[in-house]
Every structure is written in structure tokens, then in C-alpha cells.
């Protein structure tokens, strides 16, 4: 009995960490938005430089993940996430389900390859690529988004 609830919990957490990294995939959501609304969804960051009022970055770290955005006075015009994984199957199924995501959200999608995507809409532009780290074991799924004129 104790080895189920064991194993349960196990699944749980690693459910969890999946969904939890998988939100930092959608920072293409935070363009145009007030540099408030990034801290109350990803919390207080990592460091800020503000020395320049007209383009304060937040970054972000959790474990190996990483995220940046940059805004201005007025709103986030630039964001980054740079994602990993230890499976292939996870890192393209996180990609799959982004770019599903953007299209539903009215996005149009320039498909460069199976593993890298150009979406964009008026105002904002992203693309979201799938890269093997050469280097180690891990896989990356890499998110750049700016705001457009």
C-alpha cells in the first residue's frame, strides 16, 4: 500500500513540474502587457535592471529553465524562454501543443521544419524552435516574442 501511494505521489509531482515549466512556454502571452501582470503570473524575478526606464528586463530562473522580458514605461514589448527537457517526446509535444495554442489564439503560422515555427499576428511576433543539445542529454524548446509595429 505504502509503494502505490508512493508511486502516486511520484506521478503527481512529476505531472506538476511538467504543467508548471509548460506555462513558462507561453511568454509570448506577456507582449503588451504591464510589467505588473508578468510579476503576479511568474512571481518575483530572479534579478531586474531597471537602470534604463525605457527598457527594464526581468529574468528568471528555475533550475536549468530560463526567462527574460523587457519593457518599457508602458508594456512588455520583448520576452524569451529557453525550456529543458530530459526526452524528445516531451520537448516536441510542449512545441506541438504551443503552436496549437497560438493558432487557436488567431496566430498565423510560417512552418520553418517540423521543429521550428514563425508565428504571428498584428502587434506580435514569435517563433518557437526545437534544438538538441549537442553538449548533453537534454533537449530544448526555445520561445523569442517582440511586439511589432
Do not use: W
Not at 524575478?45 to 514605461?73: G, I, L, R
Not at 489564439?105 to 521544419?113: H, K, R, V, Y
Request: hydrophobic share 40%; net charge positive; with cysteine.
Amino acid at each position: 500500500m505504502k509503494t502505490r501511494i508512493s508511486l502516486l505521489f511520484i506521478a503527481l509531482f512529476l505531472f506538476a513540474q511538467f504543467y508548471l515549466t509548460a506555462q513558462d512556454a507561453y511568454v509570448y502571452k506577456m507582449i503588451g502587457k504591464p510589467k505588473s501582470q508578468v510579476v503576479n503570473t511568474y512571481g518575483k524575478p530572479a534579478h531586474t535592471d531597471n537602470s534604463n526606464p525605457s527598457m527594464v528586463c526581468f529574468f528568471y530562473k528555475k533550475n536549468q529553465n530560463s526567462m527574460v522580458f523587457v519593457s518599457d514605461e508602458n508594456s512588455v514589448f520583448q520576452a524569451e524562454a529557453n525550456l529543458f527537457y530530459s526526452g524528445e517526446t516531451e520537448s516536441m509535444k510542449l512545441l506541438n501543443k504551443v503552436v496549437q495554442s497560438a493558432i487557436e489564439d488567431g496566430f498565423s503560422s510560417d512552418t520553418l521544419s517540423t521543429s521550428h515555427f514563425k508565428l504571428h499576428k498584428p502587434g506580435i511576433g514569435f517563433s518557437i524552435a526545437y534544438l538538441k543539445d549537442s553538449g548533453s542529454s537534454l533537449h530544448k524548446v526555445s520561445v523569442k516574442a517582440n511586439r511589432k509595429e
